[in-house]
């Protein structure tokens, strides 16, 4: 069975500031894993995605991931935190190409 | 721009009503999903669909059933609507086809039973 955990449901920094979001997964297969963003009152926008081959992800809005086997985590960075990137972040995983288990979420906030 | 199709942003409606939420998609997707979310509780699989004609109960599909008649169609049907089905509901699609792995979401309904 699959199942993601996100440490941490508020994160709060400040403009400029390195974003980081926690997120670990386990999987009986080698997984596929993904971050989405979700704006007030909208569905989820796939981020980045991990399928195969790089293990460092880089996704829009210069996010990026980097899949870490031997700690079975997928983390989301940001060098530079934008008022704009407020929202709440699910990490997924799945260990097919069907269905994803989603974490509870991280709700991000910047801080001017 | 490929998207998922929600008919509807904002519901009300009665208790004990039937309820169809609609989902369309133009991406020639395989698989279809139906969420709930609700704040506290994250995201949670109601139905979901590999194909045509094909439905799988997800982790809460108690008062819910679905339809998938066309590939690009996907149905949430609420027999008899109750207040604790009041919630945002999330239609979602992907490929069949890991590297093309993701979803991709619908913008939502916002269903209020009254």
């Known amino acids: 069975a699959q199942s993601v955990t996100q440490l941490g449901s508020h994160v709060s920094v400040s403009e400029g500031a390195l974003v980081l979001l926690r997120c670990n997964y386990s999987?009986?297969?080698?997984?596929?894993l993904f971050w989405y963003v979700q704006y007030p009152n909208q569905g989820l926008q796939l981020l980045l995605k991990?399928?195969?081959?790089?293990?460092l992800v880089k996704g829009i809005n210069g996010f990026e991931a980097e899949f870490k086997k031997s700690e079975t985590s997928f983390h989301l960075t940001k060098p530079s935190a934008h008022m704009s990137d407020a929202a709440e972040y699910f990490c997924?995983?799945?260990?097919?190409?069907?269905?994803?288990?989603f974490g509870d979420g991280t709700t991000l906030t910047v801080k001017p | 721009d490929v998207k998922v199709t929600q008919s509807s942003r904002y519901l009300v409606k009665r208790t004990g009503e039937k309820v169809f939420l609609e989902c369309v998609q133009d991406?020639?997707?395989?698989?279809m999903f139906w969420y709930r979310q609700d704040p506290g509780l994250g995201l949670r699989l109601i139905y979901f669909?590999?194909?045509?004609?094909?439905?799988e109960k997800g982790d809460i599909p108690e008062g819910y059933s679905v339809s998938r008649e066309k590939k690009e169609r996907f149905s949430l049907i609420l027999e008899s609507a109750s207040t604790n089905q009041t919630s945002m509901y999330l239609c979602?699609?992907?490929?069949?086809?890991?590297?093309?792995?993701?979803?991709?979401f619908g913008s939502g309904t916002r269903l209020t039973v009254v």
């Open positions: 979602a699609s992907s490929s069949e086809i890991p590297y093309r792995g993701g979803y991709t």
């Open positions: 999987s009986s297969v080698p997984p596929y």
């Open positions: 991990y399928t195969t081959g790089a293990t």
């Open positions: 997924a995983v799945s260990e097919d190409a069907g269905k994803s288990t």
């Open positions: 991406m020639d997707h395989e698989n």
């Open positions: 669909s590999y194909d045509v004609k094909m439905k």
